[in-house]
C-alpha cells in the first residue's frame, strides 16, 4: 500500500470519528432528558467522551495530512479536495483552541457538524495527487494557504458560536415585524445548510448510480475567431447543457430525455454549464430536503434546534464568536494578503492584479476589519455582532468555493475537473 492510499484511508477513519464524536455530544446535550437527577454529570461525562473521540478523529486527519504530503512529495493543499480536506482539519483545531479556553460542550454539537460537512464536500472533488503547476512549485503554497485557511478556520467557529447565539436567543414567540424578519433569516441560514446537504446528497447519488452525460461544446476565441470542440462530462442529469453545444450521450431521468435550457453565453469556462447544472441540482435537492424535514417536525428548523441551547450563557456565546474572529484575523491578514502578495510578486511580476480571488480575499479582509471596528468602538455585541459571523462566513464561502468554481481567474487551478 502506497502512502497516498494509506493517507486516504486515514482521511475516512478521522470522518467516521468525527461522526461518532458528533453523536457523543448529541447524547450529552440531549440525553439529559433521560438522567433527570444529575443532568449536569450526564452531559459532562459524554461531553469529555465526544471530545476525546474527536481529538483520536483530529490524530488521524493529521495522519492523512502528513502521509499524502509525504507520498505526493508536497504539501497537499493544492486543489480543491486537499484544501476543503485541510480546512477541515483547520477547524477542529480552531475548534479545540477555543474549547481548551472555554471549556464549552455545547460547541462540539455545532462545530462538528460543520467539519463533516466540508470534508463530505470535500471527497466530491478528484482526489488523485495532480502534479503542481509551475507557478505553484514554491513553499510559498504552504505558508500563504495553510495560514489562510487557518484564519478562515477561526471565522468558521466564530460563525457557529454566533449563529449558535441567534438560535438562543431570537424569540420565536413573538409576532412584531422586528420579530419575524429575525425568524425569516435564521430559517433561510438553516435552509441554506440544508441546501449544502442536499448537493453532497446528490453528487454522491448520482454518482453511485453511475448516471453520465456527454455533449460536445464548440467554443469560439474571440480574437482569432478558431473554433475549438471540447468534451464535457456530467455525472448529473443536465437541466442545463454547456452552451453552444451538443448532446453526445444522455441517459433519461425521470423522463428527462434532453436538457431543459443551454447555459447563458456570458458563462465563461468550460465547465461553466455543468457547474450551473449542478447548483440547480442543489437548490432543487436541498428544497426536497427541507421540505420533508418541516412535514415531519411541522417546525422551522431553528425553532426545533433552540431548545437544546436553553443552559448556554448567550453572554459566552457571544464572547467565544468575537474572540474567534479576533485570533483568526491576524492569521487571515498574513495568510491571504501579505504572504498572498509577496507570492504574487514572485510568481506575476506584480503584488496585485484584481484578481476575482485576490478581491475577494480584500472583500473578506474589510468585512472582518468592520466587524472589529464596529466591536470594539461601536459596542455592537449580542445579536448584531452574531448576524455579522453569519455574513462574514457567507463571504468566506464563497470566496473559498464560488470564486474557484464560477469565477475564472489566475486561482482557477482547483482540480474540480
Known sequence: MSLVDFSSDAFIVSFLLYCLSFTFYGVAVLGKRFRKRDPETHIQKWGKIAFRTATVGLIAHLLYFATRWIGSGHIPVSNMYEFMTFLSMAIMVAFLVLYFLYKKTMLGLFALPLVILIMAYAAVFPQEVQPLIPSLQTYWLGIHVTLAALGDAFFAVGFVAGLMYLLRTVNFNEKDKYSRREQVWLELCMFTIVILIGFIVSVF????????????????????????????????????????SETISMQPFLGLKSPL?????????????RKLNTVVWSVISGAILYGLLRLLIRKPVAQVIQPVLSRLDPDDLDEISYRSIAIGFPIFTLGALIFAMIWAHIAWGRFWG?????VWALITWLFYSAYLHLRLSRGWHGKKSSWLTVIGFIIVMFTLVGVNLIIAGLHSYAGTD
Open 205 to 244: 447519488s448520482f454518482r453511485a448510480a453511475g448516471y453520465h452525460a456527454e455533449f460536445n461544446q464548440t467554443n469560439i476565441d474571440p480574437e482569432t475567431e478558431t473554433s475549438t470542440i471540447v468534451r464535457v462530462d456530467y455525472e448529473m442529469p443536465p437541466l442545463v447543457a454547456p452552451h453552444n
Open 261 to 273: 435550457v443551454e447555459a447563458p453565453s456570458w458563462m465563461n469556462g468550460v465547465n461553466a454549464g
Open 354 to 358: 484584481w484578481d476575482p480571488k485576490e
